[in-house]
């Protein structure tokens, strides 16, 4: 059983930076894609960022794009997410997924099988 934990997560001000990161045990890392999205209650899971099983090809949101960087290191089995220049709207919780099957990044949240338990991530004013 593929177990990913999120961690990183905090209360920053605007403009501040955060990195977070997911490690996961249990399944074959390596060879799997890996994204992080979003939630803000009431709204619908975003995606925000995901990664190759080799980390060349990432892809990201418009809303993130230049400002977050994900990578991974598949020696530590860890996903990570550099968020730079936050901003209010930047808040929610961000889980990390993980595709069972296929190496190549969607940003479409039913082809992850496998999610942490979410962070916290609250950017003030």
């Known amino acids: 059983q593929v177990l990913l934990v999120e961690s990183g997560g905090r209360l920053v001000q605007a403009g501040d930076s955060l990195r977070l990161s997911c490690a996961s045990s249990?399944?074959?890392?390596?060879?799997?894609?890996m994204a992080w999205f979003r939630q803000v209650p009431g709204q619908e899971r975003e995606f925000v960022a995901g990664?190759?099983?080799?980390?060349?090809?990432?892809h990201y949101s418009d809303s993130v794009k230049g400002r977050f960087t994900i990578s991974r290191d598949n020696r530590k089995n860890t996903v990570y997410l550099q968020m730079n220049g936050l901003k209010p709207e930047d808040t929610a919780v961000y889980y990390c997924?993980?595709?069972?099957?296929?190496?190549?990044?969607?940003?479409?949240?039913?082809?992850?099988?496998?999610w942490g338990q979410g962070t916290q991530v609250t950017v003030s004013s």
């Open positions: 997924a993980q595709d069972a099957i296929s190496g190549d990044a969607t940003d479409v949240a039913s082809n992850y099988k496998y």
């Open positions: 990664v190759s099983w080799s980390g060349g090809t990432t």
């Open positions: 249990g399944g074959t890392f390596s060879t799997n894609a």
